[in-house]
């Protein structure tokens, strides 16, 4: 999730050509898909020579326990890449009283309040395709929607499990930091506060103690310890500095930085690099506790988690008149596709940047894109304006389910995405008995996207911060490891590396028709059909190209003046306000219904 002031960074790091033996150790954060227990052995699993720290996934939102204090407390947060801030809640804090539900009746009924009057009406360009593609607007569908006044409703007893225990007070399920217990511990004396465009605050002070992430001790790390907030646990912002809440008014004298989670493992000689690898495993495949949710891996890569070309791409500062500095995990996707077994039909030609961001839940598309893309899932779609989701009677999406959304990058990575990723089950907000589904991509209006959580999970990314660039493939499922440390191998940058997104390229025109790419996919060589499921199926193998040969990611003023020279601005004048935090707390409120 991105804090409510977006900001964008520029770091620089230069991935060394291999060595003989890193003295660097990888550190790894597992997700698991686990009923919570209060017991920490079963939480903290030795592989090899490093530890694998269990992480979570909680309905919609991936979570890690760490360590504070010198007595190690363990708390839960929310891992998030798309902010830069750990805060944790103070075991004073009012919300420690309360339970779930309880927190859900004093704020989260409002704050989806919040969240329904921040759903802006369709816009007039939304409207026009709307009509042009043939989709109802607010049709039979939404005459069945539960609540009309825009307030979500508690879901019954016998539906999906959220994984909480929903009457147990939430300090006592996922930990709060009591600063009386550490002898480390020490106040900065200076207000920390955040605000999310869903609503939700916190609000603390600024402090500092050892935070153990696995078996790495980071000491003196900063660090927000909150007492105002409805949120139920801590978020671990793992983004880049120039991110930090610290950071985030341009126009500010005082404005900072300071070492963050990622910083801090780099600075004190645990990583030799301000990066991480991310891998969240399709939820099919995680049917037992055995089996790993995914995980974010400091320092290294997994390439059994790698499944074809694998290439780095530069970080693209789409807000530079007013952070001329300032970059973070804006990318450029070249063509967005959807294939089935006989065809293949490209939504979006023109280059876009998106946001990779595992804090967001939903992903956002501009107006035409999405249209096409709901279009060529299924026709039957329906616009459902309150929801502000394309939705449709789940009974209608059996083939559909096959079809794969492509997203292609540069010359050499095209990510395929199940469609089935893709598509939220919304049935307890209708009053009819029948089955929906939500399509869970919506309109952005700034014409920038965000690739979450429903992408992730079809992708192995390297957020390189230190060098303001990001490596992408295709993901391999399975339970194999083949772990390398950075400075014991190369990534190549795509061919197209330095061919980013400028605001001059040409407009579409909203009326153009879907187009027919020749053969089965965007990628040469790639059967749409059946790679994916290829892939799943055939887990205990790993299939590589060229990624681990060739030139190195090259130098950090390189890598930087590519970037900026290759670039224009928005035409905005100011960064966006933040979404990603609104479509987790959305999908959480639908879950619970």
Known sequence: MIINHLVLTALSIALASAQLQSPF??????????????????????????????LRHIGVLYTAEIQIGSDETEIEVIVDTG????????????????????????????????????IAPPSQELLDGLSEFGFALDGEISQYLADKSGRVSKREENQQDFNINRDEPVCEQFGSFDSSSSDTFQSNNSAFGIAYLDGTTANGTWVRDTVRIGDFAISQQSFALVNITDNYMGILGLGPATQQTTNS??????????????????????????????????DEDNEHDEFSDGEILFGAIDRAKIDGPFRLFPYVNPYKPVYPDQYTSYVTVSTIAVSS??????????????????????????????????????????????????????????????????????????????VSDHLLDVSGLFTDGQQYSALTVRESL?????????????????????????????????????????GDFTIERDP???????????????????????????????????????????????????????????????????????????????????????????AILLLML
């Not at 004073?92 to 921040?118: G, H, P, Q, R, T």
């Not at 005082?254 to 493992?265: I, K, M, Q, W």
């Not at 990583?271 to 690898?277: G, L, R």
Request: glycine share 6%; net charge negative; aromatic share 10%.
């Open 25 to 54: 150790k990888a550190n790894k954060l597992p997700f698991k898909k686990v009923y919570h227990s209060n017991d920490p052995k079963d939480r903290l699993i030795k592989r090899d020579d490093y530890e694998s720290l269990d």
């Open 496 to 586: 197209a590396y330095s061919s980013t997104w400028s605001s001059d390229l040409p407009h579409e025109t909203p009326t153009r028709a879907l187009s027919t790419a020749s053969g089965g996919g965007l990628g040469t060589g790639i059967n749409t059909a059946t790679s994916r499921a290829s892939s799943r199926s055939t887990s205990g193998s790993t299939s590589r190209t060229s990624s681990t040969s060739g030139s190195a990611s090259g130098t950090s003023s390189g890598a930087s003046s590519a970037t900026q020279n290759d670039e224009t601005s928005t035409d905005l004048g100011a960064p966006a306000a933040s979404l990603s935090a609104t479509p987790c707390l959305f």
């Open 83 to 118: 902010s830069a801030d750990l805060w944790v809640i103070d075991s004073d804090a009012a919300v420690c009283e309360l339970s779930y539900d309880e927190i859900e009746a004093n704020s989260f009924s409002s704050a989806s309040a919040k969240f329904m009057d921040k």
């Open 446 to 486: 700034d014409g920038l996207s965000i690739l979450g959580d429903t992408f992730i999970k079809s992708a192995y990314l390297f957020f390189d911060n230190e060098n303001s660039q990001l490596g992408i493939g295709q993901i391999n499922v399975t339970d194999d490891e083949d772990i390398e440390v950075v």
């Open 249 to 282: 008014n341009p126009i500010a004298a005082n404005r900072f930085t300071y070492d963050g989670v990622v910083d801090s493992l780099r600075s004190q000689g645990f990583i030799n690099s301000a990066s991480f690898s991310v891998y969240l495993s399709p």
């Open 341 to 418: 077994s006989d065809e293949t039909l490209i939504i979006e030609r023109r280059p876009r940047l998106a946001l990779i961001d595992t804090g967001a839940t939903f992903s956002y598309l501009p107006t035409y894109p999405l249209i096409r893309l709901a279009f060529s899932i299924h026709g039957g779609f329906e616009y459902v304006s309150q929801l502000g989701l394309f939705v449709i009677r789940t009974s209608s999406l059996s083939v559909a389910r096959n079809k794969v959304i492509e997203f292609k990058f540069g010359e050499d990575v095209v990510i395929q995405s199940p």
